[in-house]
């Protein structure tokens, strides 16, 4: 099972707008919605800040939200802010029962 | 608020076996999946597996001939076993609660196990 496919950086100025995508295929991203996304910190637990390609959990900024076209999702962070500068992966249920994550994504905030 | 904590040595030798376990505080285990999700250094997120309150699990085609898994719910715990690890087995190990609509929504903040002689 192949990784799915995210870019390796994306830098944007604070109150900017970023777009981060994730490729897979028909056995995955495109033929299920359990697309989550995650946001890491250094020496923190992984925080879920979208799931359901763009449902956002209790508690997480409007700021963040999700798409699905295909076999890509993205996700969408709004009005950057410095809090937001961390690393995002995205993941997807796929067709043999197993779960693949993306490449990860580093987000610089400017 | 459920709260994950991984246990277990830092430093595992090669052909070893790496074994960890997961407390989860301030929840049930009843109805859930709880699973094991590793990163390497430098590298990205990588899906082990998970097992059933019940027992049950699904592991990852590429680790199931040295993965097993095990849960204890009247301990609020899970445990990880790796066999014959080896350098590349060298991770952050995650272990996180996952739901029936397959959300990863609650997570250890992860321990590191270095495979080294």
């Known amino acids: 099972q192949s990784a799915l496919t995210q870019p390796a950086s994306v830098s944007a100025s604070p109150g900017q707008s970023i777009t981060i995508s994730c490729t897979g295929s028909t056995n995955d991203i495109g033929g299920f919605s359990s697309v989550s996304w995650f946001q890491l910190h250094p020496g923190k637990a992984p925080k879920l800040v979208i799931f359901d390609v763009s449902s956002r959990p209790s508690g997480v900024s409007y700021r963040f939200s999700g798409s699905k076209s295909g076999n890509t999702a993205s996700l969408t962070i709004s009005r950057l802010q410095p809090d937001d500068e961390a690393d995002y992966y995205c993941a997807s249920y796929s067709s043999n029962s197993v779960h693949v994550f993306g490449t990860g994504t580093k987000v610089s905030v400017l | 608020q459920v709260q994950l904590q991984e246990s277990g040595p830092g430093l595992v030798r090669p052909s070893e076996t790496l074994s960890l376990i997961c407390r989860v505080s301030?929840?049930?285990?009843?109805?859930?999946?709880w699973s094991w999700i590793r990163q390497p250094p430098g590298k990205g997120l990588e899906w082990i597996g998970y097992?059933?309150?019940?027992?049950?699990?699904n592991y990852n085609p590429s680790l199931e001939s040295r993965v097993t898994m095990s849960v204890d719910t009247s301990e609020n715990q899970f445990s990880l076993h790796l066999r014959s690890v080896t350098a590349a087995d060298t991770a952050v190990y995650y272990c996180?609660?996952?739901?029936?609509?397959?959300?990863?929504?609650?997570w250890g903040q992860g321990t590191l196990v270095s495979v080294s002689s």
């Open positions: 996180a609660r996952r739901d029936y609509s397959a959300i990863f929504d609650h």
């Open positions: 301030g929840g049930s285990m009843t109805n859930f999946y």
């Open positions: 097992i059933y309150y019940k027992g049950t699990s």
